[in-house]
């Protein structure tokens, strides 16, 4: 089993920064960020293998959020530059076995969300 935990959500105005952490019991795989908006289905935003650092992004977020990790630290992170409201979502990091993917079916390990609001 692999235990997450997000922190580092909050409001912040169209345009603005946050980085979201998540701190994992064991080194995994893979991680990867989702997020679930009200009324819409949970999707992939961004993901990594830990081991070979390959990443792969949504295309909606490409080239505004970058996932990274700090493996001394057990820690991964979602930079998320240039927000936009309609980023605002539920934010979940997840845990796999196998290899990295932006598919929720892939991942069995989530964390408990961080809500991030972008207002305009």
């Known amino acids: 089993e692999v235990k997450l935990v997000e922190s580092g959500g909050g409001s912040v105005q169209s345009g603005g920064s946050l980085r979201l952490s998540c701190t994992f019991s064991r080194y995994p795989y893979s991680m990867g960020w989702f997020r679930q908006a009200p009324g819409k289905e949970r999707e992939g935003v961004a993901s990594?293998?830990?081991?070979?650092?390959?990443?792969y992004y949504a295309d909606s977020v490409k080239g505004r959020f970058t996932i990274s990790q700090d493996n001394a630290k057990n820690t991964l992170y979602l930079q998320m530059n240039s927000l936009k409201p309609e980023d605002t979502a539920v934010y979940y990091c997840a845990a796999s076995w196998s290899l990295a993917s932006l598919s929720t079916h892939m991942y069995p390990y989530w964390g408990q969300g961080t809500q991030v609001t972008v207002s305009s």
């Open positions: 990594i293998s830990l081991g070979v650092g390959s990443t």
